[in-house]
Every structure is written in C-alpha cells, then in structure tokens.
C-alpha cells in the first residue's frame, strides 16, 4: 500500500496515547517514520530546527488539543508564524477525547486543520487521511 505520508508527527502530553497512537499508526502503515513529542514546544523546537531540510520536516501532525503547557490552539497560533515552507508541508489534524462544540467549530475555522479525529485515533478514520 503506497501512503500519502511519509512521516507522522505525534504530539500529545499523555505518553500512553503517544504509545497507542504510535502502535497504531505503525500496525496499518508499515514503513511510516513516526515521531512523538510531549509538549508543543518541543515540537516547534523541532520543526524549526528542520525549516532549511523540507523533507525531513513531517508530512502530518497529529495535535492533541487539550494539553497543560501549551494547547493545541496555542500550538497552531504558533504554528502560523513559522516559515512558509514548515507550514505548507505539514497538515494538521487535531484530536480531542471529547468533542467539545466550541472546539470543533475553532478547529474548522483554522484553514491549517484538515480535520478533527476523536482519541483514541480509529484505523477508517485514519486510511481516509492518510491513504
């Protein structure tokens, strides 16, 4: 099976949903590089430290909205101030344990989300992003 993605970036601030999303991801996309960061910092660290390198940069990121340091919405306020070419590679899909109305109408309104998935990440819901 060819993948849209070649790498998938996880951020989430719980280790166990990085671990089930991660095992996952890996089950149904063999060959997929996946990535994991606990804090939206970290990630961001990360993407700028690759700007000059597009294709080591992440084809997807995978956001959980509700997190302690930064949140997903702060993560994508951030997000957008990085360079063009960070932005333009990497599309965003956040997801949420619950989908709270106010959240799915804020991440519909930002034109870097390509959807809102409910966690745990569901293997159909996936294959119709990824491919």
């Given amino acids: 099976m060819t993948n849209k ?38 990630a961001l660290m990360h993407l700028k430290k690759f700007k000059d390198l597009p294709d080591e940069l992440p084809d997807l990121i995978l956001l959980d909205i509700q997190m302690p340091e930064m949140d997903g919405f702060e993560f994508l306020n951030r997000f957008t101030k990085l360079p063009p ?8 899909v956040m997801l949420s344990s619950t989908l709270d109305y106010g959240d799915t109408i804020r991440a519909q309104a930002n034109r870097h989300v390509i959807k809102l998935l409910k966690k745990p990440l569901n293997p159909v819901e996936l294959k119709r992003i990824i491919g």
């Fill in 85 to 92: 070419i960070i932005i333009d590679k990497c599309a965003v």
């Fill in 5 to 42: 993605f070649r790498q998938v970036m996880l951020i989430d601030d719980s280790a166990i949903d990085l671990k089930i999303h991660s095992k996952i991801l890996s089950l149904h996309y063999v060959g997929l590089d996946i990535i994991t960061f606990l804090t939206g910092s970290e």
